[in-house]
C-alpha cells in the first residue's frame, strides 16, 4: 500500500507541475507589427500627454516658467515633426477634413436639429410670459401639498416638487 500511494502522489504531483508550467511551455504570441501610420498616431498621442502633464505641472506649481517653456517647445517641436511625418504618410485616419464633414448626411442632420432648436427657442421667447401675483378672482394659489404660494404659470411645486398642473383644473373652475 505504501508504494501506491506514493507512486499515486508522484503522479499527482507531475500533473500539477505539468499544469503550472504551461503558460511557460506555450510559444508566445508576439504582438503583430505596428504600421508606419499606427506608430505616428502611437508617438503623437505620447507627445500630446507629455504636453498635457507638463502644462498641468506648471500649473500646479511644480515647474518654474523657465523650464516649462523650454520643455514644452521641444516638445511641440517634436509633435510638429510627428504630424508632418503622418501627413505624409496618409493622414490620421480617424481624422475627417471640413470639406469631407460638410458632405456626410450627419452634417445635414446637425443642422436640421440646431434651427428646430433655434425655432423653439424663439417662440418660447415671444411667447407671453405667464402672469403672476393672485388669480382673477383675488385668491393666492398655494401648493396643495405643502401650502407654498406658487404663481398661477408654475406646473411644479418650488418648495416640494408636486406636481401643480393635476390641481389647476380644480382650482380655477
Do not use: W
Not at 15 to 21: K, P, Q, S
Not at 124 to 136: E, F
Amino acid at each position: 500500500m505504501a508504494i501506491g500511494s506514493i507512486l499515486v502522489g508522484v503522479a499527482l504531483l507531475a500533473l500539477v507541475g505539468i499544469f503550472i508550467a504551461r503558460p511557460f511551455l506555450r510559444p508566445q504570441e508576439r504582438p503583430a507589427a505596428l504600421t508606419e501610420q499606427e506608430h505616428l498616431l502611437l508617438e503623437k498621442e505620447t507627445l500630446l500627454d507629455q504636453i498635457q502633464a507638463l502644462d498641468f505641472d506648471h500649473e500646479t506649481g511644480k515647474l518654474p516658467t523657465e523650464v516649462h517653456a523650454l520643455q514644452r517647445e521641444k516638445l511641440v517641436e517634436q509633435a510638429t515633426a510627428v504630424l508632418q511625418a503622418l501627413d505624409a504618410a496618409g493622414g490620421d485616419p480617424g481624422y475627417v477634413p471640413d470639406e469631407v464633414a460638410e458632405e456626410r448626411p450627419s452634417a445635414a442632420a446637425d443642422i436640421e436639429i440646431e434651427v428646430a432648436i433655434a425655432r423653439l427657442r424663439q417662440q418660447r421667447s415671444q411667447a407671453p410670459a405667464p402672469a403672476t401675483g393672485p388669480l382673477p378672482n383675488g385668491h393666492t394659489r398655494f401648493c396643495p401639498q405643502c401650502g407654498t404660494p406658487t404663481d398661477p404659470g408654475d406646473r411644479f411645486c418650488a418648495h416640494c416638487g408636486h406636481n401643480l398642473t393635476l390641481t389647476t383644473s380644480t382650482q380655477t373652475a
